[in-house]
């Protein structure tokens, strides 16, 4: 009967906390992650965040023709340094770091929200290491990241041989 209880009282726990995480879960997809500043918006990530998935919807939902940003935060990031000779990006992941500088620039390819992210991240001991941001979430904390809106409609295109997306200044 003792072990039944205790069953019992772990099932219940179990639920009860499984109930709390959804309830936080719904909260943070309902938290507003950006508002307009006069300079153009500030966003505000937090915890488990995808930063690049956020800085997408933004685009989407906002209409954004172009913009730059910059951010810094704390982060779980994979950055790629770009293989010109394999035409791709070898990765290197590092996680609980702080996000010292992000910069980057929304455009569009082929009618989806094109991102070019670049980035600083340091460790405890200082060392910083940096590239092409390839996945980041907010790690511990918040990202704060401020977008700068331009009224060009920007289009990244494939160039060859170079193998890599490259921004068109001209339609």
């Known amino acids: 009967m003792k072990t039944l209880n205790y069953c019992i009282t772990l099932l219940t ?29 500030l966003m505000v990530l937090r915890q488990d965040d ?18 730059t940003f910059t951010g810094m935060g704390f982060v779980n990031v994979t950055f ?4 010109f000779e394999t035409k791709e990006y070898d990765p290197r992941e590092f ?6 500088s ?18 600083v991240v340091t460790d405890k001991t200082f060392a910083a290491y940096g590239g092409h941001i390839l996945a980041a979430s907010v790690g511990t904390g918040s990202v704060e990241i401020l977008i700068t809106v331009h009224d060009k409609k920007l289009e990244r295109v494939m ?3 170079l193998g890599a997306n490259v921004l068109h200044l001209e339609p």
Not at 53 to 67: D, G, Y
Not at 95 to 100: I, N, P, Q, S
Not at 102 to 110: D, N, P, V
């Open 13 to 41: 726990v179990s639920l009860l906390t499984l109930g709390m995480s959804t309830a936080q879960q719904k909260k943070s997809d309902s938290m507003k992650r950006y508002t307009q500043v006069p300079a153009g918006y």
């Open 50 to 67: 995808d930063v690049l998935k956020q800085l997408e919807a933004f685009a989407e939902q906002e209409k954004i023709p172009s913009a």
């Open 80 to 83: 790629g340094f770009f293989n």
């Open 95 to 100: 996680k609980g770091v702080e996000l010292a």
């Open 102 to 119: 992000m910069t980057g620039t929304i455009a569009w390819q082929k009618g989806k929200v094109s991102l070019h992210t670049h980035g």
């Open 159 to 161: 160039e060859q041989p």
